[in-house]
């Protein structure tokens, strides 16, 4: 048996039951493997495609993806989906086949690679094929990207075959595939760090806990403590709908906040961030916490502590346990923060702690005078919003257009979100959005995105039409990079760089075999209607003119910092 097929028969026992690849001769043989012992193959238009299909597929369904490369140009060409499931510590499995002769035209220093962009990194041996592969899906697992280098040589090399049973796993230790800074399994119920969380939250009048990346699995004992010690609830943007459901839920803290989160979490006396590291985006710069706070951190990574602000309390562990662990030694007793948890709140909460709640001036153009109707953002989302099914997966691509289904868009847990900005590259939406269908074909996915990343990524709209998809395409389209018009128009600059001809991107959209609409008004949006209405066996695409006199108020406070 050679190592390739061994390599295929090891991640299946581990539990890959899909590959995401682009398949060329590197990586033929042990793709090949992979779906022998039983796991999907799902074929991508391009390999930056495939990426981030893994990366869609893992953080929708918590499960290790597998994505699989040609040698040299196909690693190249996956690097940003890479970057962007590293950066947000997607657990995935990159088989990256290895031309290991300096002067191979294929050669590219994969380990030096992978550490640039903050992957881990793997080579199988001949001699330990089963260990090597086994060492880097449990590192994965564990939520890590991991670049599994097979060189050519040895996937041909011969080996003793091999069909299982996969060894226990070993102890965890801290070694090369783990930072020295992380902590992996359960946090016992005791230490100093627990102890001054729960005398902070006992002295504490208005706590609120920020829910980040992190915490996205530790929804229900965050829940239970926060009953227990009178906390407001808030997430990050990588962590929406954690909480939803909850009264006492504010959605996004941050640029996404509604005006009563952001005057809920100013006037918090405690802020406690579980799995979060208050970045600029989730604290409007820092403005958002108000100075008076006492600010807790909850990690199992002390590299995160205070890497954005100082912090006067930080507790190492599992969020899940260390959440778990304090609410036992609350005990029951009585705290000074019932009083924040009022009748009147309540209310305030529900009539106003949601998006759609709160007015705007709709900035929708009707075409008169030979000018092109548009409609406005807010309004188009709200409209989708109430079209939509509930049971949705969401996914929202960078860019000045992203706030609005952020915002406006429902979701019914944190599965249900995907957003894709941890590297903030545009153009990853599509192919993330159709990992995440594949992980949850019973329900529609919603692929949000702008107008320059549709175009970049527009090709994968074949793949989705191959699979059949249940997949609605919205294009937040204002012929232009906004971001950048936005952010250079107001000082002067030229802007033909940067914005581009009205173009009917639905066209495209029919031309790959999509049904296509184009959206000036929400009165164009029957023909939405009558696909969310039918077998919805093609993928729709909604080419949505909206209108772009304002720039995005979150990237504002970004990009001026105020």
Same mark, same amino acid.
């Given at each position: 048996?050679?190592?390739?097929?061994?390599?295929?028969?090891?991640?299946?026992?581990?539990?890959?039951?899909?590959?995401?690849?682009?398949?060329?001769?590197?990586?033929?043989?042990?793709?090949?493997?992979?779906?022998?012992?039983?796991?999907?193959?799902?074929?991508?238009?391009?390999?930056?495609?495939?990426?981030?299909?893994?990366?869609?597929?893992?953080?929708?369904?918590?499960?290790?993806?597998?994505?699989?490369?040609?040698?040299?140009?196909?690693?190249?060409?996956?690097?940003?989906?890479?970057?962007?499931?590293?950066?947000?510590?997607?657990?995935?499995?990159?088989?990256?086949?290895?031309?290991?002769?300096?002067?191979?035209?294929?050669?590219?220093?994969?380990?030096?690679?992978?550490?640039?962009?903050?992957?881990?990194?793997?080579?199988?041996?001949?001699?330990?094929?089963?260990?090597?592969?086994?060492? !880097?899906?449990? /590192? *994965? +697992?564990? %939520?890590?990207? $991991?670049?599994?280098?097979?060189? =050519?040589? &040895?996937?041909?090399?011969?080996?003793?075959?091999?069909?299982?049973?996969?060894?226990?796993?070993?102890?965890?230790?801290?070694?090369?595939?783990?930072?020295?800074?992380?902590?992996?399994?359960?946090?016992?119920?005791?230490?100093?760090?627990?102890?001054?969380?729960?005398?902070?939250?006992?002295?504490?009048?208005?706590?609120?806990?920020?829910?980040?990346?992190?915490?996205?699995?530790?929804?229900?004992?965050?829940?239970?403590?926060?009953?227990?010690?009178?906390?407001?609830? !808030?997430?990050? /943007? *990588? +962590?929406? %709908?954690?909480? $939803?459901?909850?009264?006492?839920? =504010?959605? &996004?803290?941050?640029?996404?906040?509604?005006?009563?989160?952001?005057?809920?979490?100013?006037?918090?006396?405690?802020?406690?961030?579980?799995?979060?590291?208050?970045?600029?985006?989730?604290?409007?710069?820092?403005?958002?916490?108000?100075?008076?706070?006492?600010?807790?951190?909850?990690?199992?990574?002390?590299?995160?502590?205070?890497?954005?602000?100082?912090?006067?309390?930080?507790?190492?562990?599992?969020?899940?346990?260390?959440?778990?662990?304090?609410?036992?030694?609350?005990?029951?007793?009585?705290?000074? +923060?019932? %009083?924040?948890?009022?009748?009147?709140?309540?209310?305030?909460?529900?009539?106003?702690?949601?998006?759609?709640?709160?007015?705007?001036?709709?900035?929708?153009?009707?075409?008169?005078?030979?000018?092109?109707?548009?409609?406005?953002?807010?309004?188009?989302?709200?409209?989708?919003?109430?079209?939509?099914?509930?049971?949705?997966?969401?996914?929202?691509?960078?860019?000045?257009?992203?706030?609005?289904?952020?915002?406006?868009?429902?979701?019914?847990?944190?599965?249900?979100?995907?957003?894709?900005?941890?590297?903030?590259?545009?153009?990853?939406?599509?192919?993330?959005?159709?990992?995440?269908?594949?992980?949850?074909?019973?329900?529609?996915?919603?692929?949000?995105?702008?107008?320059?990343?549709?175009?970049?990524?527009?090709?994968?709209?074949?793949?989705?039409?191959?699979?059949?998809?249940?997949?609605?395409?919205?294009?937040?389209?204002?012929?232009?990079?906004?971001?950048?018009?936005?952010?250079?128009?107001?000082?002067?600059?030229?802007?033909?760089?940067?914005?581009?001809?009205?173009?009917?991107?639905?066209?495209?959209?029919?031309?790959?075999?999509?049904?296509?609409?184009?959206?000036?008004?929400?009165?164009?949006?029957?023909?939405?209607?009558?696909?969310?209405?039918?077998?919805?066996?093609?993928?729709?695409?909604?080419?949505?003119?909206?209108?772009?006199?304002?720039?995005?108020?979150?990237?504002?406070?970004?990009?001026?910092?105020?």
């Amino acid at each position: 048996m050679r190592v390739a097929e061994v390599v295929g028969r090891v991640l299946y026992g581990h539990g890959a039951r899909y590959v995401f690849a682009v398949v060329g001769s590197g990586n033929f043989h042990v793709t090949n493997a992979l779906v022998a012992a039983g796991a999907r193959f799902v074929a991508a238009a391009h390999e930056g495609g495939a990426a981030s299909m893994a990366d869609g597929f893992a953080r929708t369904s918590g499960e290790v993806a597998i994505l699989s490369v040609h040698q040299g140009p196909g690693v190249t060409n996956a690097l940003t989906g890479i970057t962007e499931a590293a950066k947000s510590r997607t657990p995935m499995l990159v088989l990256a086949p290895e031309a290991t002769a300096p002067r191979s035209n294929f050669f590219v220093d994969l380990p030096a690679l992978a550490a640039s962009v903050g992957a881990d990194f793997v080579r199988v041996r001949a001699t330990h094929p089963v260990e090597d592969t086994s060492a !880097a899906y449990r /590192a *994965a +697992a564990r %939520g890590a990207t $991991v670049v599994l280098g097979l060189p =050519l040589e &040895v996937q041909q090399a011969v080996t003793e075959p091999w069909s299982g049973p996969l060894a226990p796993a070993p102890a965890v230790r801290k070694g090369p595939l783990l930072s020295d800074s992380v902590v992996e399994g359960p946090l016992p119920n005791a230490g100093p760090e627990v102890d001054a969380l729960v005398e902070a939250l006992r002295a504490a009048r208005r706590p609120v806990f920020v829910a980040g990346r992190g915490a996205r699995a530790a929804g229900e004992p965050l829940i239970r403590l926060a009953d227990e010690c009178g906390a407001l609830l !808030a997430t990050s /943007a *990588a +962590a929406k %709908g954690l909480f $939803v459901g909850n009264p006492w839920d =504010l959605d &996004v803290s941050g640029g996404f906040a509604t005006p009563l989160a952001a005057e809920l979490i100013g006037s918090a006396d405690l802020v406690v961030a579980w799995g979060s590291t208050l970045n600029m985006w989730t604290t409007r710069h820092g403005a958002l916490v108000p100075p008076s706070a006492v600010v807790a951190q909850v990690d199992r990574d002390s590299a995160a502590f205070g890497v954005n602000r100082p912090v006067e309390l930080t507790v190492l562990g599992d969020v899940a346990e260390v959440a778990r662990a304090a609410l036992d030694r609350l005990g029951g007793a009585p705290l000074r +923060a019932t %009083g924040w948890r009022t009748p009147d709140l309540g209310r305030r909460i529900a009539a106003e702690g949601r998006w759609r709640s709160v007015s705007y001036v709709d900035e929708s153009r009707s075409g008169a005078a030979g000018v092109a109707a548009t409609v406005d953002p807010r309004t188009l989302s709200i409209a989708l919003d109430d079209l939509l099914p509930a049971e949705r997966t969401v996914v929202v691509d960078s860019g000045n257009f992203m706030g609005y289904p952020s915002m406006f868009l429902g979701v019914p847990d944190v599965a249900g979100f995907c957003f894709t900005q941890a590297f903030q590259s545009i153009g990853l939406g599509l192919a993330s959005a159709l990992g995440a269908a594949v992980a949850r074909p019973d329900r529609l996915t919603v692929a949000a995105l702008g107008d320059g990343g549709f175009v970049m990524s527009a090709t994968e709209l074949l793949t989705a039409v191959r699979l059949a998809l249940p997949l609605l395409v919205v294009i937040y389209d204002d012929a232009a990079y906004g971001a950048e018009v936005h952010h250079f128009g107001p000082d002067g600059h030229p802007l033909e760089t940067v914005t581009f001809p009205d173009t009917d991107l639905a066209a495209i959209g029919r031309g790959y075999g999509c049904d296509g609409v184009t959206v000036r008004g929400v009165d164009d949006l029957g023909p939405v209607r009558d696909w969310l209405t039918g077998p919805r066996t093609r993928p729709m695409v909604v080419d949505a003119k909206i209108s772009s006199e304002h720039g995005s108020w979150w990237l504002a406070e970004a990009f001026r910092g105020h």
